[in-house]
Nanobody
């Protein structure tokens, strides 16, 4: 069982930066692949970034490549999403997710590949 709590969301002007954090509790975090997704009003949940349990492999959605960076600190049970050069279209609720903890070396880009989800944190980018 893994519990996830996101933080770091807020209001920022276009071109600015935010760093989201996802604090995890539970025994399987260090063996879990982690992901960030986002959902804007009226839209489907969108893949943002993923990282394997070792942190050695990452993946990004096309809309955030080159601007966002995912990382993790297994000693702190935390995964981060550094967001730079933010755009108004990045406005959404951002969710952290964890897979079932299988020491997988593949990044996961689909919501149904994750079984644990945080409550989400709002990111609003003004123009």
């Amino acid at each position: 069982q893994v519990q996830l709590v996101e933080s770091g969301g807020g209001l920022v002007q276009a071109g600015g930066s935010l760093r989201l954090a996802c604090a995890a509790s539970g025994r399987t975090f260090s063996s879990s692949g982690m992901g960030w997704f986002r959902q804007a009003p009226g839209k489907e949940r969108e893949f943002v970034a993923a990282i394997t349990w070792t942190g050695s492999t990452t993946a990004y959605g096309d809309s955030v490549k080159g601007r966002f960076s995912i990382s993790r600190d297994n000693a702190k049970n935390t995964v981060y999403l550094q967001m730079n050069s933010l755009k108004p279209e990045d406005t959404a609720v951002y969710y952290c997710a964890a897979d079932r903890g299988s020491y997988s070396y593949s990044t996961k880009k689909k919501p149904d590949e994750y079984i644990y989800w945080g409550q989400g944190t709002q990111v609003t980018v003004s123009s």
